[in-house]
């Protein structure tokens, strides 16, 4: 894996939550870095696939390949979050309501 640098400002604050982080996971402050920012952008990619989802921009299993998740997880992200994502017409509940009952 190739890597590059990256140089970012932190607030004091921030500097010592990463310093806590190297202390508990015995990692040098680029390992934690990269730890820390890894966990950030899947959180930022789940919460972006449900906005999509939620937007009607994705599907479900597209949401979830974009997350980086199995649709299993998705599901569970869905139900977690509260996200509407169905959207479906009075007729066309009618209609498959209809073909449910017979």
């Known amino acids: 894996m190739a890597f590059v640098t990256v140089a970012a400002r932190l607030p004091e ?4 939550k990463l310093r806590q982080v190297m ?5 040098d402050k680029s390992s934690a870095t990269r730890k ?5 952008l899947a959180e930022w990619r ?3 696939a449900l906005a999509e989802l939620r937007e009607g921009r ?12 199995s649709v299993w ?3 569970d992200l ?9 959207r479906i017409s009075r007729e066309e509940l009618e209609k498959e309501m209809k073909l449910l009952v017979g």
């Open 73 to 75: 997880e998705m599901i």
């Open 46 to 48: 789940k919460e972006e």
């Open 58 to 69: 994705l599907s479900l299993s597209a949401a979830a390949r974009f997350a980086g998740v």
């Open 23 to 27: 202390h508990r996971e015995g990692l």
């Open 13 to 16: 604050g921030d500097e010592r």
């Open 36 to 40: 820390i920012l890894e966990l950030g």
């Open 78 to 86: 869905v139900r977690e979050r509260k996200v509407e994502h169905i």
